[in-house]
C-alpha cells in the first residue's frame, strides 16, 4: 500500500513541475512577442510605444536604425500605418 502512495506522489509532483515549467514558458514567450521590456538598447530594432486596441489588436511605434515606424498588428496581419525619418541631434 505504501508503494500506491509513493506512486501517486511521484506523478502529482512531476505534474505540478510539468504545470509550473510550461507557466513559466508561457509567460517569457508572451513577453517576447507581445513587445516585452527591450534589454537590448543599442540594437537598430527598438520599440518606442504600443496601444492595445482589442484582443489582439495594436498599434506600436518602432525604431529601426534611423527611421519610425508606425505598425498595425492583428492577429493576421502587420500593416505599415506611416513611416518617417527621425530627426537628427545637433
Known amino acids: 500500500m505504501e508503494e500506491l502512495y509513493t506512486g501517486i506522489l511521484k506523478v502529482v509532483l512531476f505534474l505540478i513541475g510539468t504545470i509550473g515549467l510550461f507557466a513559466v514558458i508561457k509567460n517569457r514567450g508572451l513577453t517576447f512577442f507581445l513587445g516585452g521590456e527591450n534589454k537590448k538598447e543599442n540594437g537598430s530594432?527598438?520599440?518606442?510605444?504600443?496601444?492595445?486596441?482589442?484582443?489582439?489588436?495594436?498599434?506600436?511605434?518602432?525604431?529601426?536604425?534611423?527611421?519610425?515606424?508606425?505598425?498595425?498588428?492583428?492577429?493576421?496581419?502587420?500593416?505599415?500605418?506611416?513611416?518617417?525619418?527621425?530627426?537628427?541631434?545637433?
Open 45 to 90: 530594432l527598438k520599440r518606442l510605444d504600443t496601444v492595445h486596441l482589442g484582443y489582439r489588436k495594436f498599434v506600436s511605434v518602432v525604431e529601426v536604425k534611423d527611421r519610425i515606424l508606425v505598425l498595425g498588428v492583428t492577429d493576421k496581419e502587420i500593416r505599415l500605418l506611416a513611416k518617417w525619418r527621425k530627426e537628427e541631434k545637433e
